[in-house]
């Protein structure tokens, strides 16, 4: 497994947390809506679903989906992001982790939703982007969904040019067993294009099969 820095460490140093808190609390103070992740993501969910935020930074998503009843957990490799997250919001989970070991942090794999937005995937460390997703895949519940949001051009993305494309992405879904249902071109669900420079995607680990033994596996 590859072991170089993310590329979010590379452009950030570790240092971005209250930097990247104060930029959204502009936002909202300027009337800008900074909840469409978690829109998003309710609209997918039952009450009190149980969501990772894998890569969750400062907490600003996993944090209103809990204010909306849902039971979150958020996991980032950045401690200074995690610190703001702590800060705004104690009684939540916050685990300091690298989503390429995310089975390290021991988390039951009974997720209904992973949700990695923020271009977490093209900000990965390079070739470890297929182990990432395997391992969100593993924490999702059989019906589960993989909610992620990614720029697939320049202007969506803080590099130069993208470093993950669709059919990429699409592939490494597949060989952890996830299945594409739908795709949209923003977080308010507008329609996606062919050539599109974002992608909000929504995967779905198959549900086990009515007459599936214990495991999930079929008794016939």
Excluded: K
């Amino acid at each position: 497994m590859s072991e170089q820095r993310d590329r979010w460490a590379q452009l950030t140093d570790g240092q971005a947390g209250e930097d990247y808190a104060r930029r959204f609390a502009r936002l909202a103070e300027s009337g800008h809506d900074v909840h469409g992740e978690a829109a998003f993501c309710a609209a997918l969910l039952a009450p009190a679903a149980r969501v990772l935020d894998a890569g969750c930074g400062t907490g600003r998503i996993a944090v209103r989906l809990a204010e909306l009843g849902h039971r979150c957990t958020g996991v980032d490799i950045d401690s200074s992001m995690l610190a703001v997250a702590r800060r705004e919001a104690p009684a939540q989970e916050w685990l300091l982790g690298d989503l390429s070991r995310l089975d390290a942090l021991g988390l039951e794999p009974d997720f209904d939703l992973v949700l990695a937005a923020g271009n977490v995937v093209p900000l990965l460390a390079p070739g470890t982007e297929p182990t990432v997703v395997r391992h969100l895949a593993s924490a999702l519940r059989p019906g589960g969904l993989l909610v992620t949001g990614m720029g697939l051009d320049a202007a969506h993305l803080p590099l130069p040019e993208p470093t993950v494309t669709l059919a990429e992405f699409d592939r490494w879904c597949a060989d952890a067993g996830l299945v594409l249902r739908q795709r949209c071109a923003t977080w308010d669900a507008d329609p996606y294009e062919d050539g599109g420079g974002y992608a909000v995607s929504v995967h779905a680990r198959p549900a086990a099969r009515p007459d599936a033994g214990p495991g999930g596996v079929s008794d016939r």
